[in-house]
Nanobody, 114 residues
Framework: QVQLVESGGGLVQPGGSLRLSCASSRNIFNINHMGWYRQAPGKQRELVAAFTSGVISYADSVKGRFTISRDNAKNTLSLQMNNLKPEDTAVYYC?????????WGQGTQVTVSS
């Protein structure tokens, strides 16, 4: 079992920045897939950015603006979000996939509005 807790969401103006963090209850070194997903009202949950087998991937809509990183020593996954746009408004979820299953955090709200 892996428990994931997100933090760092909030209200920000367009063009602003936020940094999301995801704390894992255990060591993440051997977790093959960890990523950030988001779900806007009335829309399906979508991948934002992820590490999979050491390879980083981003949704086209966030390339050049968002940066995913992981700190295996601190068991944390982060998402630096710059130049935020109103269309980035969503609940952001941390995700981990390993042999024992798929795990999700409770989500953190990001609202981009003037």
């Amino acid at each position: 079992q892996v428990q994931l807790v997100e933090s760092g969401g909030g209200l920000v103006q367009p063009g602003g920045s936020l940094r999301l963090s995801c704390a894992s209850s255990r060591n993440i070194f051997n977790i093959n897939h960890m990523g950030w997903y988001r779900q806007a009202p009335g829309k399906q949950r979508e991948l934002v950015a992820a590490f999979t087998s050491g390879v980083i991937s981003y949704a086209d809509s966030v390339k050049g603006r968002f940066t995913i990183s992981r700190d295996n020593a601190k068991n944390t996954l982060s998402l630096q979000m710059n130049n935020l746009k109103p269309e980035d408004t969503a609940v952001y979820y941390c995700n981990a996939v390993e042999n024992s299953g798929t795990f999700w955090g409770q989500g953190t709200q990001v609202t981009v509005s003037s």
